[in-house]
């Protein structure tokens, strides 16, 4: 199956400005997740979407499913160091069971 | 809960040697995977096993053998490692879809 493509690949920031990653699928998505990887950490779920138009907010990060399940985004309202890491968005086929990973987006917050 | 356990954390291969990577979870998820993360780049699926008893190829199976050998443990074999197979291996455990991820395994091939 075609993997998922996600833009941009790096993303260097000043703290305090907003940043958006986002997520492109040749196929319609069943659902879509988003997880965050720490430096030296393993990656930890932030959310999954699987409305056509859903949006969902956690604090200052807002998911975005579009409207075709082709796409999806993340944004991030006033980084802050804590936010650095790598964001990858993820799809499941075959009932939610195959997960596999787009190609993530490194978050570099500058002081 | 310790949530999904993975031994060893760091192990060091000869080219041509085989090992098993050993995973565990304690919260009774049916769904359990094997990823790959080389420096710099996404996660890949090697295998993964939607139920106990069953396991499936994903992304990138060639070299690998997987074992569930029960519905706590997964595990990864490495039958003859090449230097191909240097890596960051991460077990996951899911249920409805969300994914546990241990912390990793980080293996070297010489």
């Known amino acids: 199956g075609q993997q998922v493509m996600q833009i941009p690949q790096y993303q260097h920031v000043q703290e305090g400005e907003d940043f958006t990653t986002y997520c492109n699928s040749s196929?319609?998505?069943?659902?879509i997740q988003w997880y965050k990887q720490r430096p030296g950490g393993h990656p930890v779920f932030l959310i999954q979407?699987?409305?056509?138009?859903e949006v969902k907010k956690q604090k200052r990060l807002t998911f975005q499913f579009g409207e075709a399940k082709k796409n999806s985004s993340l944004h991030i309202t006033a980084t802050q160091t804590t936010d650095v890491g790598t964001y990858f968005c993820?799809?499941?086929?075959?009932?939610?069971?195959?997960?596999?990973f787009g190609t993530g987006t490194k978050l570099q917050v500058i002081p | 809960n310790a949530g999904v356990t993975q031994t060893p954390k760091f192990q060091v291969l000869k080219t041509g040697q085989s090992m098993t990577l050993q995973c565990a979870q304690d919260?009774?998820?049916?769904?359990m995977y094997w990823y790959r993360q080389d420096p710099g780049m996404g996660l890949r699926l090697i295998y993964y096993s939607a139920s106990e008893g069953t396991t499936d190829k994903g992304e990138v199976p060639n070299g690998y053998n997987v074992s569930r050998l029960n519905k706590r443990e997964f595990s990864l074999r490495l039958e003859s490692a090449a230097p191909s197979q240097t890596s960051v291996y991460f077990c996951?455990?899911?249920?409805?879809?969300?994914?546990?991820f241990g912390s990793g395994t980080q293996l070297s091939v010489l």
């Open positions: 196929t319609t998505l069943s659902n």
């Open positions: 996951a455990s899911a249920e409805g879809g969300e994914l546990f």
């Open positions: 993820a799809k499941g086929t075959g009932g939610y069971q195959k997960v596999t």
């Open positions: 919260m009774n998820h049916n769904s």
């Open positions: 979407l699987v409305k056509s138009g």
